[in-house]
């Protein structure tokens, strides 16, 4: 979804001389990725006067970095991954240079005693839970956590604990549960565990290892559960772990008898 947020005047960029023609030459950014400071450059030159504003989607807490009169440069937070079309307007609302931009997907590794696993996560349908598992996965929680759950031709399930099936410590608080996003349970994608509860969802996560549109949403008193990511590299390393022989261990089922570790999880795009 996008927000259109409130345009920013160029006025910062002025000359001199009677023209009224205003000329872009280009708009581009440097660290252009989801959920990180970025800063959008726009040269070319403008004319005092002509009310030109910039229209940056999907860009929050905009603040002019930088001017000159040939340059402005905007810093400002990306909340959205794909196209963005970024804009300049005269005072007549007139589109006067436009550019499309990439926002690359957020991508993270996951480092596991079986292998490597990397999934391409979905912030523009679920934000708040993309947002939930970067800070997770920012603060280093995940380190040397315990795939904990198997169960063959389901699901392999991590995110709580550490050797022992002792909880790992430091889970923040719950999340809200965005379930009926367009995302279903289907093999090789990210999603996330929870109790009872639909907003319950705090660190544990797990793959699905086949379609399964039974933990998808179904209506409200079977909400479902909410997918975030998919695998786009490991496959078979995520099949490897869902082959392992499991046991009941401290009263939990499906505990793999020998410990799968996620050594690191760590964000790569």
Same mark, same amino acid.
């Given at each position: 979804m996008k927000h259109w947020l409130p345009l920013l005047f160029l006025s910062l960029l002025f000359g001199c001389g009677g023209s009224d023609k205003a000329t872009i030459f280009d708009i581009s950014a440097a660290n252009l990725s989801y959920g990180t400071t970025a800063v959008i450059l726009f040269e070319g030159h403008f004319i005092g006067g002509q009310g030109l504003k910039t229209d940056i989607p999907n860009c929050a807490s905009q603040v002019i970095a930088a001017s000159t009169p040939t340059q402005l440069a905007i810093r400002c937070t990306v909340k959205a991954?794909?196209?963005?079309?970024?804009?300049?307007? @005269? #005072?007549?609302?007139?589109?006067?240079?436009?550019k499309i931009l990439n926002v690359p997907?957020?991508? +993270?590794?996951?480092d596991t005693s079986k292998g490597q696993i990397v999934a391409e996560l979905n912030p523009n349908a679920?934000?708040?839970?993309?947002?939930?598992?970067l800070e997770y996965v920012k603060t280093g929680f995940y380190a040397n956590t315990l795939f904990h759950r198997v169960i063959p031709n389901f699901v392999i399930q991590g995110g709580g604990f550490i050797s022992g099936l002792a909880p790992q410590a430091g889970a923040g608080e719950p999340i809200a549960l965005e379930s009926n996003k367009g995302l279903s349970n289907l093999r090789g994608t990210l999603a996330m565990a929870r109790i009872t509860e639909p907003n319950s969802a705090t660190s544990q996560f797990y793959f699905n290892l086949k379609d399964n549109p039974t933990l998808?949403?179904? @209506? #409200?008193?079977?909400?479902g559960y909410a997918v975030f990511g998919k695998i786009v590299q490991g496959l078979d +390393?995520?099949?490897t772990i869902g082959a392992v022989p499991t046991s009941v261990q401290s009263g939990q089922q499906d505990v793999p008898i020998g410990e799968v570790v996620v050594k690191t999880v760590t964000r790569i795009k």
């Open positions: 991954s794909g196209d963005m079309l970024v804009r300049v307007t @005269n #005072a007549a609302g007139e589109v006067v240079f436009a997907a957020p991508q +993270v590794s996951f679920a934000p708040v839970t993309v947002d939930n598992f998808d949403f179904q @209506n #409200a008193d079977n909400p +390393v995520m099949d």
